[in-house]
């Protein structure tokens, strides 16, 4: 019984990290903000579990590669496309 490798590749370059989650941030913030404003602990309780279960999204939801596929992808990216 053999087990097929796969690979998530996580894109770290800086501008790209916070361009794609420069909004995430965002409305956490004016959730907890407005929870602070309105003095609603509750509301400040469900922003912080509704960010956390999207950043689990996420990363669940990365697409996963096979080995060769991810040297493609590599390639790709090193070659400027």
Do not use: H
């Amino acid at each position: 019984m053999s087990k097929e490798i796969v690979v998530k590749i996580i894109d770290a370059r800086p501008w790209s990290y916070w361009i794609k989650n420069a909004s995430g941030y965002v409305c956490l913030a004016a959730m907890i903000g407005l929870g602070v404003f309105l003095d609603s602990p509750a509301m400040q309780w469900i922003a912080a579990i509704i960010f956390f279960m999207a950043c689990v999204g996420k990363v669940m939801g990365m697409k996963k590669y096979t080995l060769p596929e991810a040297r493609k992808y590599l390639e790709e990216l090193e070659a400027g496309k």
